[in-house]
């Protein structure tokens, strides 16, 4: 069986997902590892079938890399100079074919259709991070979260890929309250200036900030549960459109 | 010779232009006719040459359109159901090959190409309509500005692409100051009004837009020149950023 059947999918048209998660007070960017003789760091990515739509070729590849199904995704920009080949990936794939043969499944075929130039559709998603594990596909070494300020160098155009789905993360924030998707079901206000602090890069005025978000009406306030020590701890919010 | 050549360009990958013109206090897109046995309506549109960014494209696209260089253009969606192929077009096509078979130079090759399904890349573009003389393309009937609240029926999913451009630029409008691109190059403060409200289709309070439009400091107010009547006549006013 071939690794991947070129085929089935749109030609010379790739998807390509920044998706963002948020732990340790750190805005953090999902990266593969691509196993070849050295090692490349790139966006998880995938093609367009045939009967599919761009959507729903972007949750395919969203559910098959974190196991999630209903996550907050938005395509934010087409990627489409002349020179988007991979060439690095390509040629360690071919340097690898004849080692791998088996294991790869690569026919010439295969890496006739990836050699190509490829537009390239960006989507941005939005995660919390403690609901998923991040799941290889059949390239990767590994899968793992990085810091969005601390990215390893990307093959081709996708570290300007993260830049430009970060500024649109931060110009679609207050229009569009997205970042609680990005936040566990419950958290306290502390967190979410946190989490937009991390966002923006940049530090908030406590008061401002929490009437702001407080203004915007969209989350409820959990009753504390009486406990000794309640009166000491922060109130709970819970996010509510 | 053929109409086009249909292997200078990316496979099922398109490029549509929605390009918003004012004039008379009404909001314009440019519409081309398509001449078949029937007429259809369609967005002005091309495809991708190899060597070609698909910004250049587009760009190219709407200089042979509108036979300007330097416009404001965006890419702003792609639409990428499956079901988008152009089955009016394609079947107007085909009744008429026999008939046109010798104007239109479309082979059997071209035909099938144009079959496909195409994922097409959605740019809006603001000019000045004082400025520009739309062209036809050679399956053009006519091309000509339509209020955009009055669109005829348009191919496949065009309209949708009016919708969303029209969407997107309300939303880009404050944070870009991108609606002078649709004026000449002086204007008065009513004017200026007039066009921010036929593009949002609401009435703004004079005193108040005057205030919000003054203080995006783009604006450079010109010295009145001595007439008669010179005190009765508005402040003429130029785009400066």
């Known amino acids: 069986m071939k690794l991947f059947d070129e085929q089935s999918f749109l030609h010379q048209l790739s998807i390509d997902c920044v998706i963002f998660g948020y732990k340790d007070a750190e805005l953090k960017v999902l990266i593969s590892r691509i196993k070849m003789k050295r090692s490349f760091w790139a966006l998880p990515g995938g093609f367009i079938k045939h009967e599919e739509s761009i959507d729903q070729a972007a949750k395919r590849i969203l559910e098959e890399r974190t196991g999630l199904k209903d996550i907050y995704l938005e395509q934010y920009r087409v990627f489409g100079e002349p020179n988007r080949i991979n060439h690095e990936v390509f040629e360690g794939l071919t340097s690898l074919r004849d080692e791998w043969a088996e294991q790869i499944m690569l026919d010439e075929a295969s890496l006739q ?59 679609n924030l207050d229009r569009k309250l997205i970042a609680f998707n990005l936040l566990p079901d419950t958290f306290t206000m502390k967190e979410v200036q946190e989490l937009y602090e991390a966002i923006y890069d940049k530090p908030f005025a406590r008061n401002n900030f929490q009437k702001k978000i407080l203004d915007l009406n969209v989350l409820e306030r959990l009753e504390k549960k009486f406990t000794g020590a309640a009166n000491k701890a922060p109130y709970l919010y819970r996010f509510q459109q």
């Not at 991070?129 to 390239?139: G, Y």
């Not at 793992?144 to 081709?156: C, G, R, S, T």
Request: glycine share 2%; no cysteine; proline share 3%.
């Open 113 to 171: 259709w990836l050699a190509k130039r490829f537009v390239s559709i960006g989507y941005y998603a939005l995660v919390d991070i403690n609901k998923m594990h991040p799941r290889k596909s059949e390239l990767d070494d590994s899968v793992d979260w990085y810091n969005v300020k601390q990215l390893p160098a990307l093959i081709m155009d996708h570290n300007e890929m993260v830049t430009q789905a970060l500024e649109t993360l931060r110009l």
